[in-house]
């Protein structure tokens, strides 16, 4: 049986469609899809060859969190 946004908005948080952030609308829709959602961090860390740059996106990703936004330091 197939989902929609709206009905995995009701049910999952308990909000109708209309009053989902453009964030939360992908995330249901990944759902939907069966897509993931976050990046690997294995394939992140095996790509970086330095130990600064690792460390910015570290900060990066911790910056951004569920939000998708950067927060203000």
């Not at 952030?21 to 069966?34: G, M, N, P, T, Y």
Request: aromatic share 2%.
């Amino acid at each position: 049986m197939n989902k929609t946004v709206a009905e995995l908005g009701g049910r999952w948080m308990t909000r109708k469609a209309d009053a989902l952030s453009e964030l939360e609308h992908k995330v249901l829709q990944s759902a939907i899809d069966r897509k993931p959602v976050a990046r690997n961090v294995n394939d992140s860390i095996a790509n970086c060859k330095d130990i600064n740059a690792l460390a910015e996106r570290m900060t990066q990703v911790t910056d951004t969190g569920a939000t998708g936004r950067a927060s203000a330091r």
